[in-house]
């Protein structure tokens, strides 16, 4: 049985202890697209040598980011073929900035197992401290495993986002380039299903796709440079599902509207008639 709730439950998954440096926060930032304004001073905050301010998305890349092998979906209770996997949701919260170099400590639990019908969903939450023990983020994140439900677990919650019922305060377009996955995959993240036309075609897509936490990525800053004068400090949290996908050689559509302490958000593509790329987005701001 790929999926047993009753021992993924609760399951403690192996601490991971890592570094991370200017010159990594700066590449995470160039796959999101940053430097496509070279002469603005505040886009260059994101690539300054030694000193890049740092977006709170990259704790979704510092543990792994030089993997170099695919990841794999193997989890007490929990065997499921990489193929069938794709990203459900990510939540990231910041406790302070997260600075351009340092050491950390990850320790992530198997919080919840949801039965879809016909799919499974896993929810993982994390916490992370550097080394003397000081918090640096949590994260809360979700997969969705097609064709791995009917195990007779709960269906769980279903949680989602009113947007105002009035025009966005900001609109953005972002262009995802035709290389966007092959350079975030430097990242850390080597699933095939965003680099290799052929295991994307036996996944049932017509193509590699971008990964969720790229476009997650993107439009973090989008939001970040358009409301918030490119200052990544007043981000302290960032929450998304994602929605559908999105192609490599696309555009990113983000609508953003001001609330007290956050800005909700949405993204989709305009070339497939405005798709929903992301949903439910809320970004929570830091409390001056």
């Not at 050491?103 to 919840?112: D, H, P």
């Not at 916490?127 to 994260?139: A, S, V």
């Not at 302290?236 to 983000?254: K, Q, S």
């Amino acid at each position: 049985m790929p999926i047993d709730p009753n021992i993924a439950v609760g399951a403690e998954l192996p601490t991971q202890e890592f570094s991370w440096t200017s010159s990594d926060v700066q590449h995470y930032h160039l796959a999101l697209g940053a430097g496509s304004r070279p002469l603005d001073e505040r886009e260059l905050r994101y690539l300054t040598d030694g000193t890049p301010q740092v977006l709170p998305t990259f704790a979704t890349v510092a543990a792994n980011f030089h993997a170099t092998e695919a990841p794999s979906v193997s989890f007490p209770g929990v065997e499921i073929d990489l193929a069938k996997v794709v990203h459900g949701s990510q939540e990231v919260t910041v406790h302070r900035p997260i600075p351009p170099e340092g050491k950390a400590r990850t320790t992530t639990r198997i919080a919840e197992v949801w039965d879809k019908g016909k799919a499974a969903v896993i929810v993982q939450e994390s916490t992370t401290t550097d080394l003397d023990g000081t918090p640096l983020w949590t994260g809360r994140s979700s997969i969705f495993a097609r064709g791995e439900g009917g195990f007779g677990g709960e269906r769980g919650p279903s949680q989602s986002i009113t947007l105002p019922d009035r025009p966005a305060d900001a609109e953005v377009d972002s262009p995802v380039l035709p290389q966007q996955a092959l350079m975030y995959r430097m990242c850390g993240d080597r699933n095939p299903l965003h680099s290799d036309p052929k295991f994307a075609s036996a996944a049932g897509f017509p193509a590699p796709i971008l990964h969720g936490l790229c476009t997650y990525g993107m439009v973090c800053k989008a939001a970040v440079d358009t409301v918030l004068d490119a200052d990544a400090s007043q981000v302290a949290g960032f929450r998304v599902r994602f929605a559908g996908v999105v192609f490599p050689g696309e555009t990113l559509h983000t609508r953003i509207w001001k609330e007290e302490g956050r800005l909700l958000i949405s993204a989709t593509v305009p070339e497939r008639d405005y798709a929903p790329a992301l949903a439910d987005v809320v970004l929570t701001l830091t409390q001056e």
